[in-house]
T-cell receptor, first 112, second 116 residues
Framework: AQSVTQLDSQVPVFEEAPVELRCNYS??????LFWYVQYPNQGLQLLLK??????LVKGINGFEAEFNKSQTSFHLRKPSVHISDTAEYFC??????????FGAGTILRVKS | EAGVVQSPRYKIIEKKQPVAFWCNPI?????LYWYRQNLGQGPELLIR????????DSQLPKDRFSAERLKGVDSTLKIQPAELGDSAVYLC??????????????FGEGSRLTVL
């Protein structure tokens, strides 16, 4: 069965600095990969997804993620963060035709 | 377009009491999901509906949890009796069709349950 590990529970960063949120997955078959974001007191919303094709995926709000099959990783990056990016970020994986499995989440705290 | 609507947003009950959560998915979305999110963890699927049929309820604790989606639109998740370990956020999500693992789920804001 698939599983997801988000290596950092919290990531503090100063405004305008770059950030990387790490995600590793475990699966015996091909997978689809997702990043969801949850702003305070709001529901989860899709940030970006990898289904096939280019391993570099661009999402909303300037975020991007790179699928690395050999390292079974799907790290999320942003070159310059804003205060408004403060939220919890969830990596998720789906084996084809199976349910979506989420990681434990990473809280991104952007400081001024 | 209205999003996924859940109620209540917050509920505090004593253990052994019943509780129910309601979800109204996005109009036209045939697939509806109930997830549970424990503190410090990611959401975990409890049940998935395709229209009114529960197609995946393998993670639903059936001794105390029940769910229904009678007309293939709104859904209710019930816990009876509640236990201390049921304290969590219950999330409802919907998607247009059986997404086959490739699509986007649209989540509601969740119902936060505290069992005392």
């Amino acid at each position: 069965a698939q599983s997801v590990t988000q290596l950092d529970s919290q990531v503090p960063v100063f405004e305008e600095a770059p950030v990387e949120l790490r995600c590793n997955y475990s699966s015996s078959v091909s997978v689809y990969l997702f990043w969801y974001v949850q702003y305070p007191n709001q529901g989860l919303q899709l940030l970006l997804k990898y289904l096939s094709g280019s391993t570099l995926v661009k999402g909303i709000n300037g975020f991007e993620a790179e699928f690395n099959k050999s390292q079974t990783s799907f790290h999320l990056r942003k070159p310059s963060v804003h205060i408004s990016d403060t939220a919890e970020y969830f990596c998720a994986v789906s084996e084809y035709g199976n349910k979506l499995v989420f990681g434990a989440g990473t809280i991104l705290r952007v400081k001024s | 377009e209205a999003g996924v609507v859940q109620s209540p947003r917050y509920k505090i009950i004593e253990k052994k009491q019943p509780v129910a959560f309601w979800c109204n998915p996005i109009s036209g979305h045939n697939t509806l999901y109930w997830y549970r999110q424990n503190l410090g963890q990611g959401p975990e699927l409890l049940i998935r509906y395709e229209n009114e049929e529960a197609v995946d309820d393998s993670q639903l604790p059936k001794d105390r949890f029940s769910a229904e989606r009678l007309k293939g639109v709104d859904s209710t998740l019930k816990i009876q009796p509640a236990e201390l370990g049921d304290s969590a956020v219950y999330l409802c999500a919907s998607s247009p069709t059986d997404w086959g693992g490739t699509g986007e789920l649209f989540f509601g804001e969740g119902s936060r349950l505290t069992v005392l």
